[in-house]
């Protein structure tokens, strides 16, 4: 209805001025949020393939940190950056069908951050991590189990809670 009048540029009625103004807002915002608009819909339905990888020229604590980030994530392949950029990497990623990057970075040879992608068109984030340990320092560890990790979300429910868990399956 107010496409009609606005294509047209003639001038709304004065009574439905106030309808218009709502409408106008409705559709600037996408209006009511529906399934169609989530990205992670089809999560479930086939297995994810996430590639990971790291930033440029890292250190050897990151290069085992990205190892053993490759055990938690399952069909996770561990890509070696060389002196690629991140776009140049995030285009060959698209072109084989993975559905999420991740770019492990750090600080001072520390690893310190992860930006999570969902591919094709997003939405991107980034973790902070702090204290990271290593497996190989932990004492009288056990081998690494295959089993899918089991995932805990309790008291996130507002929409930037259920957001980050829709990221993090």
Not at 99 to 112: C, Q, S, V, W
């Amino acid at each position: 209805f107010f496409f009609a009048i606005f294509d047209s540029f003639r001038k709304i009625d004065t009574s439905l001025r106030k309808e218009a103004i709502e409408l106008a807002k409705g559709a600037e915002w996408g209006g009511q949020i529906m399934s169609v608009d989530d990205e992670y819909r089809w999560a479930g339905t086939k297995d994810p393939k996430i590639v990971i990888t790291t930033s440029r020229d890292p250190s050897s604590k990151l290069k085992v940190f990205v190892k053993e980030m490759k055990l938690i994530f399952p069909n996770a392949q561990r890509l070696n950056r060389g002196h690629y950029d991140v776009k140049q990497l995030v285009q060959a990623c698209r072109a084989n069908d993975v559905t999420d990057f991740i770019l492990l970075t750090e600080t001072r040879g520390n690893p310190d951050g992860m930006v999570v992608c969902h591919l094709p068109f997003g939405p991107t984030a980034y973790f902070t991590m702090a204290n990271v340990v290593m497996r190989h320092d932990i004492p009288d560890r056990e081998a690494v189990s295959e089993q899918y990790p089991h995932l805990i979300f309790h008291n996130l429910g507002s929409r930037l809670g259920q957001r980050v868990c829709s990221i993090s399956e």
